[in-house]
């Protein structure tokens, strides 16, 4: 029991560190200096835990990326982060779409263990990922999971809003609802890869 318990305190610790760190958009000032290998760039992103399986739905070799969360999703879960709106989820690809360097190494230093890790520490342990996979379960667990914060903590769900407020508040102000062609002026990478019949 003190073990658990001890488990538990370090693990909600570090999520903690992680929400509080995206707050203060600690992970978004990076800066990487060359063009990376889009076949290593990939391989790179797939070896971090939890990266090789899409974040919501379990399906493997997830080609798509959403920049707010900092976490690889496979082309259906896209969809269902894409019709919840920039404020809350900003979806790209990974291989079609040019991504900015603060977003490819927001991917490096969060990935989907820790943020599930935040967004579904009140999940049940005997959720049954795979049902995600169907078409009325896939976007009722994503928006209840991101936009209604169901399975996240209090103190954590909180943090997040207050993000996505001045998220909000801050595409207001520029008169923009969101960088929507991920070109920019700061060395941007597009990571491509050879022909695949595989669109996850």
Same mark, same amino acid.
């Given at each position: 029991t003190h073990?658990r318990?001890h488990?538990?305190?370090?693990?909600?610790?570090?999520?903690?560190?992680?929400?509080?760190?995206?707050?203060?958009?600690?992970?978004?000032?990076a800066?990487?200096?060359s063009?990376m290998?889009?076949? +290593?760039?990939?391989?790179?992103l797939?070896? $971090?835990?939890g990266?090789?399986t899409c %974040?919501?739905?379990?399906?493997?070799? @997830? #080609?798509?990326?959403?920049v707010?969360?900092g976490?690889?999703?496979?082309?259906?879960c896209s969809?269902?982060?894409?019709s919840m709106?920039?404020?809350?989820?900003q979806?790209?690809?990974?291989t079609?779409?040019?991504?900015k360097? +603060?977003?490819?190494e927001?991917?490096?230093? $969060?990935?989907?263990?820790?943020?599930? %890790?935040?967004?579904?520490?009140?999940l @049940? #342990?005997?959720?049954?990922?795979?049902?995600v996979?169907?078409f009325?379960?896939?976007?009722?667990?994503i928006v209840?999971?991101y936009?209604?914060?169901k399975?996240t903590?209090s103190?954590d769900a909180?943090?997040?809003?207050?993000e996505?407020?001045?998220?909000r508040?801050?595409?207001?102000?520029?008169?923009?609802?969101?960088?929507?062609?991920?070109?920019?002026?700061s060395?941007?990478?597009?990571?491509?890869e050879p022909?695949?019949?595989?669109t996850?």
């Amino acid at each position: 029991t003190h073990a658990r318990t001890h488990a538990h305190t370090h693990t909600h610790t570090q999520t903690r560190a992680y929400v509080r760190a995206r707050t203060h958009k600690l992970f978004c000032c990076a800066v990487v200096s060359s063009r990376m290998n889009s076949v +290593e760039a990939l391989k790179e992103l797939y070896a $971090i835990e939890g990266n090789s399986t899409c %974040a919501d739905c379990g399906t493997e070799k @997830p #080609k798509w990326t959403c920049v707010v969360h900092g976490i690889l999703v496979c082309i259906e879960c896209s969809g269902a982060h894409r019709s919840m709106g920039v404020n809350v989820s900003q979806v790209r690809s990974l291989t079609l779409d040019t991504l900015k360097p +603060e977003w490819i190494e927001k991917l490096k230093q $969060i990935g989907n263990r820790q943020s599930n %890790a935040v967004y579904e520490a009140l999940l @049940p #342990k005997d959720f049954d990922r795979g049902s995600v996979k169907k078409f009325e379960k896939r976007n009722e667990f994503i928006v209840s999971k991101y936009m209604n914060l169901k399975y996240t903590r209090s103190e954590d769900a909180e943090m997040i809003l207050e993000e996505r407020q001045r998220r909000r508040t801050r595409h207001k102000r520029t008169g923009t609802a969101a960088d929507t062609n991920g070109k920019e002026p700061s060395q941007p990478t597009t990571l491509t890869e050879p022909v695949s019949n595989d669109t996850s």
